[in-house]
């Protein structure tokens, strides 16, 4: 049996009834150095103990005692089912070999000493992540209790508010929660960066972004001039527009765990909103235009969708093998090979799969058109079809004009059975 024990936020570990129990009856404690510490005074002291290792040897360590027929117990800060190590036992072993004993996580705490609701906070992890992943969560008046680590100090998260709009922000830094020295310091983001302070490693932040003044947006629909396009020209370039992206968007529907392709990616227009409001998703964005291959990774990073969004380059269709099997798709650009492209892609989706592709050309359009009409001799999917057409509000010797753009025609294919 593995026990997973949530040591609570203290120098000094408070355990239930059942999990002191399983204190003394397990083989084998295992904790980092401080955890250890914080159980000394509960614990046997002839009970075997060894320092936390690296995951990649833990799973091995805790497979061995488990084959021997031995208990073992993997003592976890805070509660471990909240950003902590029992989701990756979850993940990696039998739910009939696991028990959990929770606890107050460090969340939690912080909320109880700053007199804050949980509820009305976002909670986020940078432990063992990208902090630009920070932008994707950055919203006006929406506050923000962050979990860190060495490459997200309170200085660089600062840094990352201001440099994306939000100088106004107030960070306060919650320190050795618990613990005797315990510290809850205040500053502006401004004053961060001006200041050296230094923090103690075991801490976490409370972010007060204040109002929006940079490009982050705060609802799906980002303005054009906000990505970093192949032209000098803000808003122009290799990227779907707005108001064409807003319906890819809308016929796309992402949901959690979606493995999804946006094929001909150009600058990242459709892939970055794609990424950035469903974070559970992963985006796979295939190009092959070197000046657009270096905006998509430029917008991938001023967004901060380093985590689900990859980049991969090369043309389709050569680009697409090994990579993870989709079940959403989006030709944006296919450099001629639109009929290869739609044939492979439909043969990959699984039931339920959804394939949306666009046409400006009207060449591209006819391909569409009779692809559409295979797919309805094969009563194989769910069609919809539709034209955007916008004209944008401008100004011209003092007059307001409406310019049009070409219409771009969008075509949904749902796989709902096999081809005939």
């Keep these: 049996m593995i026990h997973v024990v949530g040591l609570g936020v203290s120098h000094l570990a408070e355990l239930s009834s059942d999990a002191q129990q399983a204190l003394a009856q397990v083989d084998l404690v295992i904790g980092s150095e401080r955890q250890l510490a914080t159980i000394k005074a509960l614990m046997p002291s002839d009970k075997a103990t060894t320092e936390l290792p690296k995951l990649a040897e833990l799973k091995p360590l805790v497979e061995g005692v488990i084959a021997e027929d031995k208990s073992v117990m ?26 959990f004993y929770p606890a107050v996580s460090s969340l939690q705490m912080a909320c109880h000493r700053l ?19 920070l932008k994707t969560r950055l919203r006006q008046n ?11 100090y309170p200085q660089v998260l600062a840094q990352h508010c201001i440099e994306s709009g939000f100088p106004q922000a107030q960070l306060t830094v919650l320190e050795t929660l618990g613990y005797p020295d315990e510290q809850i310091r205040r500053f502006s983001a401004s004053e961060l960066l001006v200041n050296d302070h230094e923090f103690d490693p075991l801490h976490l932040t409370l972010i007060e972004p204040g109002s929006n003044q940079g490009y982050l947006p705060e609802f799906p629909g980002i303005p054009d001039q906000h990505f970093i396009t192949d032209t000098d020209k803000p808003g122009k370039g290799m990227i779907s527009k707005r108001e064409v992206r807003l319906t890819i968007l809308s016929l796309m529907q992402l949901s959690r765990d979606d493995q999804v392709w946006d094929i001909g990616a150009g600058c990242g227009g459709v892939a970055v909103e794609l990424a950035y409001w469903q974070p559970l998703a992963t985006v796979q964005a295939i190009e092959h235009h070197p000046d657009r291959l270096s905006c998509l990774e430029a917008n991938r990073q001023r967004f901060g969708v380093v985590s689900n969004l990859k980049i991969v380059e090369g043309r389709a269709p050569e680009a697409l093998e090994g990579l993870a099997s989709p079940n959403k798709v989006f030709i944006g650009g296919s450099d001629g090979e639109l009929p290869q492209l739609l044939a492979q892609v439909w043969a990959l989706l699984p039931l339920g799969g959804v394939l949306v592709a666009s046409a400006v050309t009207e060449n591209t359009k006819q391909l569409l058109m009779q692809f559409w009409q295979e797919r309805s001799l094969a009563e194989d999917s769910q069609l919809e079809t539709t034209q955007v057409s916008v004209s944008r509000g401008e100004t011209l010797a003092g007059q307001l004009m409406y310019r049009p753009n070409l219409p771009v025609n969008l075509f949904k294919f749902v796989k709902v059975g096999a081809s005939v």
């Design 74 to 99: 993997i003592l976890a800060s805070g509660d471990p089912l909240f950003y902590g190590i029992g989701r990756w036992f979850s993940r990696h072993f039998s739910q009939s070999d696991l028990r």
């Design 115 to 133: 007199g804050l609701a949980l509820q009305d906070l976002e909670a986020l992890s940078l432990h063992g992540r990208p902090v630009e992943k």
């Design 142 to 152: 929406q506050s923000l209790l962050i979990l860190t680590d060495s490459k997200s």
